[in-house]
C-alpha cells in the first residue's frame, strides 16, 4: 500500500529549483555591480557622457599667435623705411641684377595672396633705386615676371621677385613693427622670414632690425 509512502520532490525537481536560484542570484549581481556589463541602463550612459565631457574640456587649448596693430604714428616715410630694411635684410648678399615687387601686400601662410585693397607704399620704388643703385627695381605681377613653368618656373633675367607684408605691431613693444616677406627666385627656391624692426634714429633708415625669423623655404 502507498499509505506510508514520502512525499518528498524528487532529485530532478531539487536541482531544477537550485539551478534556477542561481541564475536569478547571477542576474541580481549583474544589475546591482558597479560597470556591469550585462544590462546598460540610462544612468550608466548618462555618466559614461560625463565623463567623455570632462576629458574633452581638459584638452589644452592650441596657442595662439597675438598680433598688435602697426606701431601708432607711422608715416608714409616710416613704412618705406621699415621695407627698405626689410628687403636689404632678404636679399642678404645674394643680390640679382632684376628684383621685381609685387604691386600688392602678400596675404596668405606664404604671402602668395595679393591684397588688391593694400598697394605697396608709394615712393617705395623710388626710394629703392635712390638707396642702392646697383640692381634695377621694378613692380610686376608674379605670372608676368617669371618664366614657364614647365622650365622651371624662374624669374626673368635671372633676377628675384619680393612680395612684401602688412606692417603688425608687437604687443610687447609699441616701438617694434613685424614685417613679413618672402623671395623668389625660381621653382625649388624661395623662401619667407618675419622681421622685426624697432624705432631707433641712428639706424641708417630710422628702423633697427632686431632679428629675423625664417618661417618657411622651398
Same mark, same amino acid.
Given at each position: ?8 520532490? *524528487? ?14 542570484? $547571477? ?20 555618466t ?7 576629458? $574633452? ?35 642678404? #648678399?645674394?643680390?640679382?641684377a632684376? =628684383? ?12 602668395d595672396?595679393?591684397? #588688391? ?11 629703392l ?32 621677385? =619680393?612680395?612684401?607684408?602688412?606692417l ?9 613693427? %613685424?614685417?613679413?616677406?618672402? %623671395?623668389?627666385?625660381? *621653382?625649388?627656391?624661395?623662401?619667407g622670414? !618675419?622681421? !622685426? ?8 633708415? *630710422? ?6 625669423t625664417? #618661417?618657411?623655404?622651398?
Amino acid at each position: 500500500m502507498s499509505v506510508g509512502r514520502s512525499r518528498r520532490p *524528487g532529485s530532478w525537481f531539487v536541482f531544477m529549483i537550485a539551478a534556477v536560484g542561481s541564475v536569478l542570484m $547571477l542576474a541580481a549581481c549583474d544589475i546591482g555591480a558597479p560597470g556591469g556589463q550585462a544590462t546598460s541602463t540610462p544612468d550608466a550612459n548618462a555618466t559614461q557622457s560625463a565623463e567623455l565631457s570632462q576629458m $574633452l574640456t581638459q584638452v589644452p587649448a592650441q596657442p595662439t599667435v597675438s598680433v598688435a596693430p602697426a606701431p601708432k604714428g607711422l608715416d608714409d616715410d616710416d613704412r618705406v623705411n621699415i621695407y627698405l630694411g626689410m628687403i636689404d635684410a632678404l636679399l642678404g #648678399e645674394k643680390i640679382p641684377a632684376y =628684383i621685381y615687387l609685387s604691386p600688392y601686400l602678400g596675404q596668405g601662410e606664404r604671402l602668395d595672396e595679393p591684397d #588688391e585693397n593694400q598697394p605697396i607704399p608709394k615712393g617705395l620704388l623710388s626710394a629703392l633705386e635712390k638707396a642702392d643703385t646697383g640692381p634695377k627695381y621694378q613692380v610686376s605681377e608674379f605670372q608676368a615676371a617669371i618664366g614657364p613653368l614647365d622650365e622651371g618656373g624662374a624669374v626673368k633675367n635671372n633676377g628675384a621677385f =619680393i612680395t612684401l607684408g602688412a606692417l603688425a605691431g608687437d604687443p610687447s613693444d609699441k616701438d617694434v613693427a %613685424i614685417v613679413r616677406g618672402s %623671395i623668389y627666385r625660381k *621653382g625649388g627656391d624661395a623662401q619667407g622670414d !618675419r622681421f !622685426r624692426f624697432k624705432r631707433d634714429p641712428s639706424a641708417p633708415h *630710422g628702423w633697427k632690425l632686431l632679428d629675423s625669423t625664417q #618661417e618657411w623655404t622651398e
